[in-house]
Nanobody, 126 residues
Framework: VQLQASGGGLVRAGGSLTLLCTTSDSTFNLRGMAWFRQAPGKAREFVAAAHWSGSSLGYADSVKGRFAISRDKSKNAAYLQMNNLKPEDTAVYYC????????????????????WGQGTLVTVSS
């Protein structure tokens, strides 16, 4: 399963960006998926996750109320809408999906994800 993340860029604090995760995997709609990020010199951290059905969503406390994860099953795609961006949101953002189909719940543990996109850089200036 190959994932492609895109949509990153340079934005001023308070601005917005939408990240896109796409795949040609025909079973993507049966997989949960998540966004993670890694800032320079820091460990990769969970950002948001969506149940395979889209019925359940989960967020890190640091992005709740500002970021929104969504899926478009017709396009085999997922999005991360990021609003009110802060300099501390600067990181490389990765989309990820598990090997297991129909995974229950929304998983924030990176070890549960087997397939990763290449990452897209988001830089927020102050």
């Amino acid at each position: 399963v190959q994932l492609q993340a895109s949509g990153g860029g340079l934005v001023r604090a308070g601005g917005s960006l939408t990240l896109l995760c796409t795949t040609s995997d025909s079973t993507f709609n049966l997989r949960g998926m998540a966004w993670f990020r890694q800032a320079p010199g820091k460990a990769r951290e969970f950002v948001a996750a969506a149940h395979w059905s889209g019925s359940s969503l989960g967020y890190a406390d640091s992005v709740k109320g500002r970021f929104a994860i969504s899926r478009d099953k017709s396009k085999n795609a997922a999005y991360l809408q990021m609003n009110n961006l802060k300099p501390e949101d600067t990181a490389v953002y990765y989309c990820a999906a598990p090997n297991k189909l129909l995974m229950a719940g929304t998983e924030s543990n990176a070890a549960k994800y087997d397939f990763w996109g290449q990452g897209t850089l988001v830089t927020v200036s102050s």
